[in-house]
């Protein structure tokens, strides 16, 4: 549908990955991490190969997806100077339209009158066999069971945060994929946004 796609879970991977890489632990002073994420530079590109992620220059597109960082990311998200930040930085992607924004919070907080609002969820097993392969093809080799008790963990913390919690907005379609393709997603996204 020729929109820019904005993963917002890759931008708080990216503060988690430099937190980690600065010695700063999302319990550690608010005020440093709040000047490590105001100076980080985050860039996306589109590409044949898929989405890029480039902070301060480096192509950390494999580095945040790495097991260390995703057992994190949900300790640093919850920062409210974080979440401040790249909230702007959202909206001000957003000003332009043409854009397909994830995130836990986009329809809800960041982009609260989005023209559609998608609550796309499956079981904690299929993401944990999703997650899997995808951690496989890259080399790393985890506990199915491990990764299903990290995922829930997540998304406890996410949805029980003070700010900006993980929550379906009311007007949002829920899509559950646990028994869908991607191209059956897809569809029912595109039948939506083109009746429309």
Do not use: W
């Not at 996410?158 to 700010?163: A, E, G, I, N, Q």
């Amino acid at each position: 549908m020729g929109f820019t796609y904005v993963d917002t879970g890759a931008m708080y991977r990216g503060i988690t990955l430099l937190g980690r890489r600065a010695g700063i632990a999302p319990s550690d002073s608010e005020e440093k991490l709040t000047e490590l994420v105001r100076s980080a530079d985050l860039k996306f590109e589109t590409g044949s190969g898929g989405l890029r992620v480039y902070l301060n220059g480096e192509d950390v597109t494999r580095a945040i997806r790495e097991p260390g960082v995703s057992r994190q990311v949900s300790y640093y998200a919850r920062i409210p100077s974080v979440r401040q930040v790249l909230t702007l930085l959202q909206r001000e992607l957003a000003v332009a339209g043409g854009i397909v924004m994830e995130g836990r919070d986009i329809g809800t907080v960041v982009l609260p009158d989005a023209d559609h609002k998608f609550f796309v969820t499956a079981s904690p097993l299929e993401r944990a066999r999703r997650r899997l392969k995808e951690l496989n093809q890259e080399g790393y080799r985890l506990d199915l069971d491990r990764l299903v008790h990290e995922i829930e963990e997540r998304d406890r913390i996410d949805s029980s945060r003070s700010l900006a919690p993980l929550r379906e907005a009311p007007d949002a379609v829920v899509i559950d994929t646990t028994d869908l393709s991607v191209d059956e997603v897809v569809a029912v996204i595109v039948a939506k946004v083109g009746n429309t």
